[in-house]
């Protein structure tokens, strides 16, 4: 099944650590996107990537960092630089923006909860 | 900027009742609305899109409205079931082609049997 895949599930982080959550999809998706959620904010954008070695900074992409060297792949890594990064990730895709498929719905992966130790 | 809100925070109903969720968006400029449901600890699923040029969209019990005018969506659901009970996000693409989604906070339901 066609799908887009998150792991792990659950993560810690140590004070001073860099993490990454792997997101893969196999839907032939060019667009693929990070977002953040915290309880009672919604979801809010970190990055996201349009086509292979590119990405666009979201709405909070303070540290923050990503890369796109497949078309499968968009690893997101959570930086020492980012002081608050207790939260639930989610990785979504969807079909390029193109004039008569402006209106593709995105697809979601099952989260990534991270912690700090 | 564009804003989501979504009315009530959180809603509790017996079995078998309709229902209507409420969205709200500030710029009426939007290429679509999202409706999507997250179960506790789980990503998005889609739920229903509508197109800018569209007023409602239907899947089974679910039927969604757009109002852009107004800046106003509803997602009514019929004969709710226990089965419902997560919650319910909208969102709206607002403008440029990145396909930017812009979220509300979302509708915690719970339908009691």
């Known amino acids: 099944d066609g799908g887009i895949t998150q792991s792990p599930k659950y993560l810690f982080r140590k004070e001073g650590q860099n993490v990454t959550l792997s997101c893969e999809q196999n839907l032939n998706h060019d667009a693929m996107y990070w977002y953040r959620q915290d309880p009672g904010q919604g979801l809010r954008l970190i990055y996201y990537s349009q086509i292979v070695n590119d990405f666009q900074k979201g709405d909070i992409a303070e540290g923050y960092s990503v890369s796109r060297e497949k078309k499968e792949s968009f690893p997101l890594t959570v930086t020492s630089a980012q002081k608050n990064p207790t939260a639930f990730y989610l990785c979504?895709?969807?079909?390029?923006?193109?004039?008569?498929?402006?209106?593709?719905?995105?697809?979601f992966g099952d989260g990534t909860r991270l912690s700090i130790l | 900027k564009q804003e989501v809100t979504q009315i009530p925070a959180a809603l509790s109903v017996p079995e078998g009742e309709n229902l209507v969720l409420n969205c709200s968006f500030t710029d009426s400029a939007i290429y679509n609305l999202q409706w999507f449901r997250q179960d506790p600890g789980k990503g998005l699923t889609s739920l229903l899109l509508?197109?800018?040029?569209?007023r409602e969209q239907t899947s089974g019990r679910l039927n969604a409205s757009l109002d852009k005018s107004s800046g106003r969506s509803t997602l009514y659901i019929a004969a709710s079931q226990p089965g419902d009970s997560a919650t319910y996000l909208c969102?709206?693409?607002?403008?440029?082609?990145?396909?930017?989604?812009?979220f509300g906070t979302g509708t915690l339901l719970a339908v009691q049997p």
């Open positions: 509508i197109q800018s040029s569209q």
């Open positions: 969102a709206v693409r607002s403008g440029g082609a990145t396909n930017k989604l812009i």
């Open positions: 979504a895709s969807t079909s390029t923006w193109t004039a008569g498929s402006s209106n593709q719905p995105q697809h």
